[in-house]
């Protein structure tokens, strides 16, 4: 009894340790020069994690999300849209074929959705211009 206490403990604490953002280091947009400036050229905005069910009974995708933009401006109008940008990215992945999405090709497919919906969100609030890509850089289906 003790043992499956202290198994399930463990267990927890390993879910929980799997749910600390990737990217956390780089939240910060990019270098800050002088004065508050960040540094022009490419840069990675990290999303929080998403957890969405996928069809038939428990089956879940977890999928860590990163955005590459063209510069630290572009870096924060994506921040200032990130509720929307979530909710696109929750619509699109949400109960899909858990083996389906597991081939790699889908997942590309996916992909390549995942940047179109957010492209989608980014030009209805006029902020449009400079994601270049979108890199799963976690993607778990359980």
Known sequence: ???????LGLVCAAWLLAWVPAG???????????????AAGPQYVPLEGL??????????????????VDSGA??????????????ALIMLLGGRNPEQIAQMQ??????QEAKHEIEKVLAANHADKGLEDVYFTD???Q
Do not use: S, W
């Open 24 to 38: 956390v280091a780089n939240e910060g947009g990019g270098e800050e020069g002088k004065e508050g400036e960040t």
């Open 106 to 111: 889908e997942r590309e497919k996916l992909r």
């Open 74 to 87: 572009t870096a924060e109008k994506i921040k200032a849209h990130m509720a929307p940008i979530r909710h």
């Open 51 to 68: 957890l969405v069910n996928l069809e038939g009974r428990r089956h879940y995708l977890r999928v860590q999300v990163q955005l590459r």
């Open 1 to 7: 009894m003790i043992l499956d206490k202290l198994g």
């Open 139 to 141: 993607f778990l289906i």
